[in-house]
DNA sequence: CTGAAAGCGCTTACAG
DNA sequence: CTGAAAGCGCTTACAG
């Protein structure tokens, strides 16, 4: 220890070392010519101020909160849905004075929690006071861990764990609404686009044995409400050309599109996202396919790329969503030491966008 | 404290509190039946496992790192190159297993750490061990509040402050590169696009007083090699419009190339950035005036986006600036403590990329 | 207004 | 292999 703490500065101002962080934090217990003195010795000796953690080894907060999501950081913040959660976050004022501390789970780090003795390798107590999970694999080691320390948290998606805070919306019904809106067009050849059913690096058309083993269960919702509504329209599994992305960016979207528009006979598309329909439309362009013309093209999110792109999608209020649950976890914060808050699960509705970019199936 | 701690576990198990120590941190050090006896007691109490503070406060490490940025989170990684800042850090193998903790330096922040005691209310020690800081004004509080506390850091592009670890690039010899771009294929009525000299809102045209007083040393710096390269060329400052866009984002982009183009008689436009470059092409393809037939456009950065739309643009390393930067951050963590590394400034090459938004001045 | 004690949760020598 | 001591840097009662 190279650093100067508050017991080297009490000594050389002849003061207690509890003077010296009173100097610091509580200047009132001080008469102004001590608080000044021992200031001016801290400055001399080069000493840098309250070191964060004692103080919060001792009143037990440490004044940060966690974000725990998928991918590398630079992957994770390419996509509007974190940078929702972001937004979400920074808009509460009760946040505003605490640093937010990422976790990105990548692989190596998801490794490490799962081999790790099942205590679960990933330390957090201390770390940050509480935490905010964003769409991660159902049975996510991180998320395990997160429980096992007892720390306060809110998810947000995915995992849909029982007795957690929790804020989502109704994926399937939404998603039945979606595919709906195609087959009440006329559409009965239909590709679906999805990002991604396991976070395994998967990409191209999806069997049934995929998807009902699918980890990601916002996607596994999605396509089971697509599955539901087409079966009600007389359609199987089969029918439908699923393509899985493998990846949430638009590259990942333009490849699956691509894919799916030069190997099979679709008049329209679903999209799990509004990334994933736009680079649908993209490709679609590329490939002289005119929407809504000759390919209808639904999305999910509407994110504010859509309104310009006149793409109908499913509206989902995803910053009202982190508010929401950031808000749920600085009730949890702010509770009495002891108390304990019953955990609840908060579904925002959703709403139908009808834009330009889904036609009547015409020929 | 409703929490359970290791002295608990001790205590229930009958064994001396370093012993659970142990069984987490050195299974060697106990016998295999100790080891799992204390384990079972710990899971029996619902001991959440060590906290990061008591390991920290002892071992001195904190096991994050901090990134200082202007603007709320969800403004701030809208913008490319805080993108690329996460990228290249997390490219960076050995940060791959600390958190990153984010101190967005919003207005509140600013201020509280502004008012307080000359001391710096920011209090960073304890919270990580040492930090990148991108982009921030000359004299940010938040800066002289990690000097004071000693911690170690490395600075992305601004502010310059002697002394420290520093990445960035030579902006004014680049932007000197960029106008003369235009100057050589005839321009003389040049507009310029900033996207902000102080983080004090204004939006509009700049007089020099304004641009003499900037806080923002990259923008100053740029603007400086424009009215340079101007300069040698024969026009004065009062010949080049420059509007300030207040905002690093395409919508104050866009009115900022709306204001320049409606109410100027401009051949050709420098934006000090790809987002307001490509700003002003929107802009510019709305108003009916043809890239590059009527207008030149040239931008800075070169954006993954640039290449598509075959924008003129100065290219810098915006991911290796970063890596670099998070080297410097590692090596100055791995440093043997008391070691004092001195600081180094490493200015990476920039380039001219000629594509497709420019051309030879007409009419 | 000022000082001495206790303790937050943990790890690391050090002795047996 | 096991245990008792010391201490990381700080804050909060508590006594004077």
Redesign the interface.
């Known amino acids: ?3 100067v703490s508050m017991k080297d500065v009490a000594l050389a101002a002849g003061v207690s070392q509890p003077a010296v962080s009173y100097a ?1 934090n509580r200047p009132a217990k001080l008469s102004e010519a001590q608080r000044k003195h021992i ?1 001016e010795v801290a400055a001399k000796l ?1 000493y ?10 001792r009143s ?1 907060k ?3 909160i ?1 974000l725990m999501m998928m991918d ?3 992957v994770a ?2 996509d509007p849905s ?3 959660v ?2 979400g ?2 808009e509460i004022g009760e946040l ?2 605490v ?6 789970l ?1 692989n ?2 998801l490794e ?1 929690a799962k081999e790790a ?1 099942n ?2 390798s990933l ?5 940050v006071d509480g935490l905010i999970i964003s769409t991660l694999p159902d049975n996510h080691p991180a998320v395990l861990a997160t429980l ?3 720390l306060p948290f809110v998810i947000i998606d995915s995992p849909l764990v029982d007795g957690t805070f929790f804020v989502g919306i109704d994926d399937r019904g939404a998603a039945r609404t979606q595919i709906q809106h195609l087959l009440d067009l006329g559409h009965r050849k239909i590709g679906i686009i999805i990002d991604r059913l396991n976070p395994d690096g998967y990409r191209g058309p999806i069997n049934e044995q995929r998807f009902r083993t699918a980890s990601e269960r916002i996607v596994r919702e999605r396509l089971t409400g697509y599955v539901e509504a087409a079966e009600a329209a007389g359609l199987g599994f089969d029918d439908l050309c699923v393509i899985e992305a493998g990846g949430l960016d638009s590259t990942s979207g333009q490849t699956a599109a691509f894919t799916l528009l030069t190997s099979n006979d679709v008049t329209a598309v679903v999209a799990c996202s509004d990334v994933m329909a736009m680079a649908c439309m993209k490709t679609a362009d590329a490939l002289q396919r005119p929407v809504p013309q000759t390919l209808s093209v639904i999305g999910f999110d509407d994110i504010p790329e859509a309104v310009q792109a006149g793409l109908t999608t499913i509206g989902q209020p995803m910053v009202e969503k982190a508010v929401f649950a950031a808000q749920m976890l600085t009730e949890q914060l702010n509770a009495p ?2 108390v304990h808050l019953e955990p609840r699960q908060k579904i925002f509705p959703t709403r139908l966008i009808v834009r330009h970019s889904t036609a009547r199936v015409t020929g």
Chains 1, 2 share one sequence.
């Open positions: 220890m190279a650093t610091y200031l080069g840098p101020g309250p070191n964060v953690m004692g103080r919060s080894l037990g440490v004044g940060a966690g590398k950081l630079s913040f390419a974190a940078i929702a972001l937004r976050i920074s505003e004075n640093a937010l501390t990422l976790f990105p990548n190596k780090r490490s003795t205590e679960g330390a957090l107590r201390g770390l096992k320390q007892k030491a002891g």
